[in-house]
């Protein structure tokens, strides 16, 4: 009887594992895996070492094709995934890294609905897709589904909407809130967040975003679930800067037509902070280059009029938005080798929404041919409906004119036709050779490597805000050493760094037309470092910096684009250091604390053989209490020096090494 027991109890088991078809994809390393089951609902799980992490993620889609509700959650799987390793080189222009080399194990599982789910498991990282096979015609994703349930109640570092009234409408910049998930607030929190599992850190991201909404999260239990806005039904737009919003919406989240991929769902691990910003999974699932041709895009450094409130002095014109500041501005961009000048918001009528006829004080033509004998180039500010409502009369104009691209701003959605309208403005802007600047947008989600001549995004809670912020409301030097941990593992961050009128914690204060900044003169310079962004702004005004020249040539003099770059030293919330290389072999290290001040050990363990020249601008023995005092020392170095550097409270430093 016994064996007779034993005997069902092995065929019930057998039976039962074969119907949950659980399937094991390892990473090339064997160090992660996911394991994929239907026990329950299609879900996967994911282990590191023996550290479960996540505990089960359930995954689907319901699908409305043809009258048919599709629930893809509740497929079972056709036979066995086909299962291979890919080795890829890639060649990522204006990228953190010009080239790097990645290996994944793929797995594609067929469901028995028409649907796939493709996996590639990283060594750093697992990420999965849906991809439709079987669909004839028009059809709706009424939703997509991501339950994902941590092993336990982790820190999750979330942002979350700043729009409590319309939550998926808002400008994608806020601070992150650090607590267990059920601590956390009931809001939706944007991409990227990143979760503390003890043993790794895991970041939320998504890549290859094209024609479908953008995700979000909702905090539930040990976990968040994701949701989606709706596709767009009716929209208005607001009178001020003819910007469109949504007043109503669909029952579903995305039209789609035919065949087609959706966007990867990314888990990033790393088992240091300082591993991190290795991960390229987004740029690397993204679809590859669209454009061709990508040695017309220059990055560069900008001279930009908006935060700075115009506010320059000592001059004989009423400083505005006119063409005698503008021509100011160019003329300084000139004097320290800045490649642009951006005319933001006021040289069209923001109410009117056209961008073919500027105000009377703006002269254009005679800006940009007075640009060109200064080798300087102008960018022109725009909202993101304004340009893709007139897009090819404008990009005809303005390319013909000699303008070299856009700062486009206050898209503040990622439903899906918000999607749509940053690749359609990215693809006809790259037909015309037009760079483009995303502002008020979603965080990258892989589009740069598939128009390359997207060189920025903002999507950070980033300078502008000290224009209104109240002290103690916000902590940017807090901030400024948690984001590049997390934001800039999916790209470019358009922080707009530079301001030189500097505070201490104490000291600060908003002030909108001469604005300050949280920590001190080091500190800002290090964002040039410690930021990847190839198109990067000097936000303060030409008086300061002409006042400052010392600083002032520092920065413009750093490169806007590098070879390399990894963190080699800090911890997320505490400290950064940051090194990068450039194409002539130089080496560059930027630092950046909270408010606490602290001494770090530097080795140049990285430099090779022989003898260097170190040019750093250190903060000052009384930067603490005077947030603009800094030093600029010059040494000679090798790779056995050790450099003892003091960073004050909110402080930072910047080095440049070059060869004897």
Same mark, same amino acid.
């Given at each position: 009887?016994?064996?007779?027991?034993?005997?069902?109890?092995?065929?019930?088991?057998?039976?039962?594992?074969?119907?949950?078809?659980?399937?094991?994809?390892?990473?090339?390393?064997?160090?992660?895996?996911?394991?994929?089951?239907?026990?329950?609902?299609?879900?996967?799980?994911?282990?590191?070492?023996?550290?479960?992490?996540?505990?089960?993620?359930?995954?689907?889609?319901?699908?409305?094709?043809?009258?048919?509700?599709?629930?893809?959650?509740?497929?079972?799987?056709?036979?066995?995934?086909?299962?291979?390793?890919?080795?890829?080189?890639?060649?990522?222009?204006?990228?953190?890294?010009?080239?790097?080399?990645?290996?994944?194990?793929?797995?594609?599982?067929?469901?028995?609905?028409?649907?796939?789910?493709?996996?590639?498991?990283?060594?750093?990282?697992?990420?999965?897709?849906?991809?439709?096979?079987?669909?004839?015609?028009?059809?709706?994703?009424?939703?997509?589904?991501?339950?994902?349930?941590?092993?336990?109640?982790?820190?999750?570092?979330?942002?979350?909407?700043?729009?409590?009234?319309?939550?998926?409408?808002?400008?994608?910049?806020?601070?992150?809130?650090?607590?267990?998930?059920?601590?956390?607030?009931?809001?939706?929190?944007?991409?990227?967040?990143?979760?503390?599992?003890?043993?790794?850190?895991?970041?939320?991201?998504?890549?290859?975003?094209?024609?479908?909404?953008?995700?979000?999260?909702?905090?539930?239990?040990?976990?968040?679930?994701?949701?989606?806005?709706?596709?767009?039904?009716?929209?208005?737009?607001?009178?001020?800067?003819?910007?469109?919003?949504?007043?109503?919406?669909?029952?579903?989240?995305?039209?789609?037509?035919?065949?087609?991929?959706?966007?990867?769902?990314?888990?990033?691990?790393?088992?240091?902070?300082?591993?991190?910003?290795?991960?390229?999974?987004?740029?690397?699932?993204?679809?590859?280059?669209?454009?061709?041709?990508?040695?017309?895009?220059?990055?560069?450094?900008?001279?930009?009029?908006?935060?700075?409130?115009?506010?320059?002095?000592?001059?004989?014109?009423?400083?505005?938005?006119?063409?005698?500041?503008?021509?100011?501005?160019?003329?300084?961009?000139?004097?320290?080798?800045?490649?642009?000048?951006?005319?933001?918001?006021?040289?069209?009528?923001?109410?009117?929404?056209?961008?073919?006829?500027?105000?009377?004080?703006?002269?254009?033509?005679?800006?940009?041919?007075?640009?060109?004998?200064?080798?300087?180039?102008?960018?022109?500010?725009?909202?993101?409906?304004?340009?893709?409502?007139?897009?090819?009369?404008?990009?005809?104009?303005?390319?013909?004119?000699?303008?070299?691209?856009?700062?486009?701003?206050?898209?503040?959605?990622?439903?899906?036709?918000?999607?749509?309208?940053?690749?359609?403005?990215?693809?006809?802007?790259?037909?015309?050779?037009?760079?483009?600047?995303?502002?008020?947008?979603?965080?990258?989600?892989?589009?740069?490597?598939?128009?390359?001549?997207?060189?920025?995004?903002?999507?950070?809670?980033?300078?502008?805000?000290?224009?209104?912020?109240?002290?103690?409301?916000?902590?940017?030097?807090?901030?400024?050493?948690?984001?590049?941990?997390?934001?800039?593992?999916?790209?470019?961050?358009?922080?707009?760094?530079?301001?030189?009128?500097?505070?201490?914690?104490?000291?600060?204060?908003?002030?909108?037309?001469?604005?300050?900044?949280?920590?001190?003169?080091?500190?800002?310079?290090?964002?040039?470092?410690?930021?990847?962004?190839?198109?990067?702004?000097? =936000? @303060?005004?030409?008086?300061?910096?002409? &006042?400052?020249?010392?600083? #002032?040539?520092?920065? /413009? +003099?750093?490169? %806007?684009?590098?070879?390399?770059?990894?963190?080699?030293?800090?911890?997320?919330?505490?400290?950064?250091?940051?090194?990068?290389?450039?194409?002539?072999?130089?080496?560059?290290?930027?630092?950046?604390?909270?408010?606490?001040?602290?001494?770090?050990?530097?080795?140049?363990?990285?430099?090779?053989?022989?003898?260097?020249?170190?040019?750093?601008?250190?903060?000052?023995?009384? =930067? @603490?209490?005077?947030?603009?005092?800094? &030093?600029?020392?010059?040494? #000679?170095?090798?790779? /056995? +020096?050790?450099? %003892?550097?003091?960073?004050?409270?909110?402080?930072?430093?910047?080095?440049?090494?070059?060869?004897?």
């Amino acid at each position: 009887m016994k064996r007779l027991t034993l005997l069902h109890f092995v065929i019930f088991t057998f039976l039962h594992c074969s119907l949950c078809f659980a399937q094991v994809f390892p990473s090339p390393n064997k160090q992660l895996r996911v394991e994929l089951s239907q026990q329950g609902g299609l879900h996967f799980t994911l282990t590191d070492g023996f550290n479960q992490l996540i505990e089960r993620a359930y995954i689907g889609m319901i699908i409305e094709a043809n009258g048919t509700t599709i629930d893809v959650s509740k497929a079972t799987i056709k036979g066995k995934p086909s299962v291979k390793t890919v080795r890829e080189d890639i060649t990522a222009p204006l990228y953190r890294q010009t080239h790097y080399a990645t290996t994944y194990n793929q797995a594609v599982v067929r469901l028995s609905c028409g649907v796939d789910i493709e996996f590639r498991v990283f060594d750093e990282g697992v990420a999965y897709r849906f991809v439709t096979t079987a669909m004839k015609g028009d059809y709706k994703v009424l939703d997509e589904r991501a339950d994902i349930r941590f092993a336990e109640d982790y820190v999750s570092y979330l942002p979350f909407t700043t729009n409590e009234r319309k939550p998926e409408a808002m400008a994608f910049q806020a601070t992150y809130n650090v607590a267990p998930f059920t601590r956390q607030r009931d809001l939706l929190a944007f991409l990227p967040a990143t979760v503390d599992c003890q043993s790794a850190k895991i970041t939320m991201m998504e890549s290859d975003l094209e024609s479908y909404p953008g995700m979000f999260l909702k905090v539930s239990g040990k976990g968040v679930k994701a949701h989606f806005a709706k596709y767009p039904k009716t929209t208005d737009y607001y009178q001020w800067r003819k910007q469109q919003y949504v007043t109503s919406t669909e029952d579903y989240i995305a039209l789609c037509t035919a065949n087609r991929t959706f966007p990867w769902r990314i888990f990033a691990l790393a088992h240091q902070d300082t591993e991190m910003l290795d991960n390229n999974m987004v740029y690397t699932l993204a679809t590859p280059n669209r454009i061709g041709d990508t040695s017309w895009i220059r990055p560069g450094k900008v001279a930009w009029d908006w935060w700075n409130d115009w506010n320059i002095t000592g001059v004989d014109f009423v400083a505005g938005i006119n063409n005698a500041t503008y021509k100011h501005y160019i003329d300084f961009a000139s004097r320290y080798g800045l490649e642009y000048v951006i005319l933001d918001e006021g040289w069209y009528l923001p109410s009117s929404g056209d961008l073919l006829t500027t105000i009377p004080e703006i002269d254009l033509p005679l800006l940009v041919e007075y640009a060109k004998t200064k080798n300087v180039r102008l960018i022109l500010w725009c909202v993101f409906n304004c340009l893709d409502d007139n897009i090819d009369a404008i990009c005809e104009r303005y390319a013909a004119m000699g303008i070299a691209g856009f700062k486009v701003d206050f898209l503040d959605r990622n439903d899906q036709t918000a999607v749509e309208m940053a690749y359609r403005i990215a693809d006809k802007c790259a037909h015309h050779h037009l760079l483009l600047d995303y502002h008020g947008v979603y965080a990258p989600t892989g589009i740069n490597r598939t128009y390359p001549n997207i060189v920025n995004f903002e999507a950070v809670f980033g300078m502008e805000e000290t224009k209104w912020t109240k002290n103690g409301e916000q902590d940017m030097p807090l901030y400024d050493v948690t984001f590049p941990y997390i934001r800039l593992q999916c790209g470019y961050t358009d922080f707009t760094p530079g301001g030189f009128r500097n505070a201490t914690s104490k000291d600060f204060q908003p002030v909108n037309n001469n604005p300050m900044t949280m920590g001190t003169r080091c500190h800002q310079m290090a964002h040039y470092i410690v930021h990847e962004s190839p198109l990067t702004m000097l =936000a @303060d005004n030409p008086t300061i910096y002409e &006042r400052e020249a010392e600083c #002032t040539r520092f920065i /413009a +003099t750093l490169p %806007s684009q590098y070879e390399s770059m990894r963190v080699i030293d800090g911890k997320m919330g505490e400290y950064i250091v940051t090194l990068r290389t450039d194409k002539a072999g130089n080496y560059y290290v930027g630092g950046e604390t909270n408010w606490t001040a602290r001494t770090i050990m530097l080795p140049l363990s990285f430099l090779p053989e022989g003898s260097w020249q170190a040019e750093m601008a250190i903060d000052g023995v009384n =930067a @603490d209490h005077a947030a603009t005092d800094y &030093r600029i020392e010059r040494q #000679t170095v090798t790779s /056995a +020096t050790n450099l %003892s550097i003091h960073m004050a409270s909110g402080g930072g430093f910047a080095i440049k090494i070059t060869k004897q």
